[in-house]
């Protein structure tokens, strides 16, 4: 296979994987709920995102950095949403809530 198509396999690639934060980015955004988003999944994920990005520049794959440059920005505003949004949540999750309106109701 020729230099080419692999470029193309990688930034195809790159473009499924990027586009995949799309949804959760734009329902955190939308709803501005972060609740339910893993707070160590997602710093384990950054962090992972980053070392693709690093190893990108350092072997001088484009595909490989513009993936994880563009997947890095959309991790980080999950976090920081989580961070911003989560500080009014109080740690009440919806089960909880639920439970205490049926009590109050009865």
């Known amino acids: 296979m020729d230099r080419l198509h692999i470029s193309l396999i990688g930034f195809a690639a790159g473009i499924c994987t990027t586009l995949s934060f799309v949804p959760q980015v734009v329902k955190i955004l939308r ?3 972060a609740r339910d988003i893993s707070l160590y999944m997602y710093i384990i994920l950054t962090l992972g995102i980053f070392l693709w990005l ?6 001088g794959e484009f595909p490989i950095v513009l993936a994880n440059g563009i997947t890095l920005c959309f991790c980080l505003m ?5 961070a911003v949004y989560s500080r009014g949540d109080k740690g009440l999750n919806e089960d909880s809530a639920d439970r205490s309106d049926r009590v109050y109701r009865k």
Do not use: A, M, P, Q
Not at 54 to 59: A, F, S
Not at 78 to 82: D, E, N, P, R
């Open 31 to 33: 709803t501005k709920r």
């Open 54 to 59: 690093v190893y990108g520049i350092l072997i």
């Open 78 to 82: 999950v976090l920081v949403s989580k």
